[in-house]
């Protein structure tokens, strides 16, 4: 199971996340998500928020694509190799380190929210999901992404439940009837390195808000 960053950013969580870091070299594939190609591709840039960025290859695309990113991890091992790719591709991107309840998001703020399979616990108030719909301005998009077809029972043997974290699915009921939803299906995954590389398919949701 693919989870670039948990919610919880207390200091358990980001010294297990940065020690999963520090653990190798390079974690992830260090390409930009295939889903985040295909639905981002011919948006206008404008302000975008990647929550849960890891190393940093979809900030870095975006930033390369005219986007204003703003990109959160809770593992600073992580940020600081997203911080040497991005200067390595010479784009700038305001790397945050915190999960997304701690980062105060502003409502509207972003014609871009990219969740790429974030660990975002599932609660009774829904309040990670809630703030990913919040953030997206009048006309904004909102792309959320998680692996399909996730063996549950395994991903529990490995010490991770699905049903704990908030999935596609979860965001797209806290839509109101004015969003319009583009795409919220299975896609093949088309990535065959770094960790995940054995997921086949993602559960994609790419929603618009209304511009009033």
Do not use: I
């Amino acid at each position: 199971m693919t989870q670039r960053s948990p919610e919880g950013t207390g200091v358990d969580a980001m010294a297990e996340w940065d020690a999963r870091y520090a653990g190798t070299d390079q974690v992830w594939s260090g390409l930009p998500n295939p889903a985040l190609v295909a639905e981002v591709t011919g948006l206008a840039p404008g302000r975008a928020l990647d929550v849960g960025c890891g190393e940093g290859a979809d900030a870095v695309w975006l930033a390369r694509h005219g986007w204003d990113v703003t990109a959160l991890d809770v593992s600073q091992v992580a940020l600081q190799r997203a911080a040497h790719h991005a200067d390595d591709a010479g784009v700038e991107v305001r790397w945050q380190h915190r999960g997304l309840l701690d980062a105060a998001v502003p409502a509207g703020a972003f014609e871009l929210v990219s969740a790429m399979y974030p660990a975002l616990p599932r609660t009774p108030a829904d309040e990670a999901g809630k703030v990913l719909v919040a953030a997206v301005a009048p006309g904004g998009v909102l792309l959320v992404v998680h692996h399909a077809d996730v063996d549950s029972e395994q991903a529990r043997e490995h010490g991770f439940d699905p049903a704990d974290y908030v999935s596609p699915a979860d965001v797209a009921g806290l839509l109101g009837p004015e969003w319009e939803v583009r795409f919220d299906r299975r896609r093949p995954r088309g990535t065959t390195t770094g960790a995940g590389a054995h997921h086949t398919h993602d559960v994609v949701l790419h929603a618009r808000r209304p511009r009033t």
